[in-house]
């Protein structure tokens, strides 16, 4: 069972930090995957994105 996150005396759900971490990580993906010119090789690219920040947020709560 996780644990709240006490942040300025508000309890905030660990889910909301496992959110923001994976933005985190979906900022920095992006910033690999446009400089490698991945957008050209996928149809929709905010869709991808979509599903690949799903992917990483669901491997943060898995393995953390």
Known sequence: MH???HVG???VTAFVAYALAAFVIL???RLVFA???CSR???NAPLAE???YVCVLA???AFI
């Open 27 to 29: 900022v920095v993906l």
């Open 9 to 11: 005396g508000v309890l």
């Open 41 to 43: 090789y996928v149809a």
């Open 35 to 37: 400089r490698i010119r």
């Open 50 to 52: 979509a599903g690949l």
């Open 3 to 5: 644990e709240d996150i």
């Open 59 to 61: 491997l943060l709560i």
